[in-house]
Every structure is written in structure tokens, then in C-alpha cells.
Nanobody
Framework: QVHLAESGGGSVQPGGSLRLSCAAS????????VAWFRHRPGGEREGVAS???????TYADSVKGRFTLSRDTAKRTLDLQITQLKPEDTAMYYC????????????????????WGQGTQVTVSS
């Protein structure tokens, strides 16, 4: 059974940093794209960053230069290092697994992912 579990959220001041972690189990981990999405208050779920099976990464324009992915295949985790946090980064952050193994691309589109974690809350305020 596929299971994804996020951790690492919290409340920080603007300019601060957090490291979110997504732990995966129940499937052959390196074969699938894994991505981070977020759901901001009043908005829709949006893609933040993805890590494909071949190591290719994709970042949303709004987070480039501030968010960095790192994968640990042995631990089956995908971490999201978030720096220079802004109030507009406040959201529930989710990790998700892509629908197909060895997919050639890993777009940040909700429809491309079929398993989701429960989310971890990030709140940025002074």
C-alpha cells in the first residue's frame, strides 16, 4: 500500500527557513516522480517542485532560487528546503507520487499524481 507522510512544517517569521520531508513507502521508490504541492488559503492546490526518477527537478517560478529538493533513495525521502520564506508561502504542503513509473516528464499538475500525503502546515508571519 502506497503511503506518503510529510513532516517539518511549522510557524516561522518572514525570511526564515524550514525543511520539509516526505517519507514514502509501499512501492518501488526510485521509479516514480515525487512532487511537493501546496494549498494556500483561498487558492487551489498548486505544484511547487518535483523530482523525477532520473533526477530531473522542476520548480515553480514563484519558488525558484528559494526552494531546493533533495532525495535520499536509501531513506526513501524527498526533502524540500525552503528559505527566504514570505507570508505568501503560508500553505498546507503536500507530497504526492506520480501515476506512472519511469514517466519521461514530471509536470507540476495535480492530475499527474495519484497518491497524496496528509500534508504539513507552513505558516509565515511576523
Amino acid at each position: 500500500q502506497v503511503h506518503l507522510a510529510e513532516s517539518g512544517g511549522g510557524s516561522v517569521q518572514p525570511g526564515g527557513s524550514l525543511r520539509l520531508s516526505c517519507a514514502a513507502s509501499g512501492y518501488s521508490y526510485p521509479m516514480y516522480c515525487v512532487a511537493w504541492f501546496r494549498h494556500r488559503p483561498g487558492g487551489e492546490r498548486e505544484g511547487v517542485a518535483s523530482f523525477n526518477y532520473d533526477g530531473t527537478t522542476t520548480y515553480a517560478d514563484s519558488v525558484k532560487g528559494r526552494f531546493t529538493l533533495s532525495r535520499d533513495t536509501a531513506k526513501r525521502t524527498l526533502d524540500l528546503q525552503i528559505t527566504q520564506l514570505k507570508p505568501e508561502d503560508t500553505a498546507m504542503y503536500y507530497c504526492a507520487r506520480g501515476r506512472w513509473p519511469y514517466g519521461p516528464v514530471c509536470r507540476l499538475e495535480v492530475s499527474g499524481f495519484d497518491h497524496w500525503g496528509q500534508g504539513t502546515q507552513v505558516t509565515v508571519s511576523s
